[in-house]
Nanobody, 125 residues
């Protein structure tokens, strides 16, 4: 069982940057794909981006973040990151990381599990 802890959220002005981290326990981190999700107030949680276990394949489900957000991972440190640049007020949400078995369908939210507690990102205008 993988346990995940997110960090790096905070309050930032529009146009600013934040880097979120997802630290994982366990020795099989590289066998899991990682997804970053976000949930804005009053809305459902949605996939933002995902990365394969090897780190060679990435997918940005939310077109609004393409070119602004970058997902990465370091399997030697059991961590995944989400670099967020040019932040906008509409990026305000709680951000979660979760894992999926390699080969899972990333657009199927039920493929992901072991959710972290989330980290709040607030972007002021």
């Amino acid at each position: 069982q993988v346990q995940l802890v997110e960090s790096g959220g905070g309050l930032v002005q529009a146009g600013g940057s934040l880097r979120l981290s997802c630290a994982a326990s366990g020795r099989t981190f590289s066998s899991y794909d990682i997804g970053w999700f976000r949930q804005a107030p009053g809305k459902e949680r949605k996939l933002v981006t995902a990365i394969s276990g090897s780190g060679t394949v990435t997918y940005y489900a939310d077109v609004s973040v393409k070119g602004r957000f970058t997902i990465s991972r370091d399997n030697t440190k059991n961590t995944a990151s989400l670099q967020m640049n040019s932040l906008k007020p509409e990026d305000t949400a709680i951000y979660y990381c979760a894992v999926a078995r390699t080969g899972s369908r990333w657009n199927d939210p039920t493929a992901f599990g072991s959710w972290g507690q989330g980290t709040q990102v607030t972007v002021s205008s």
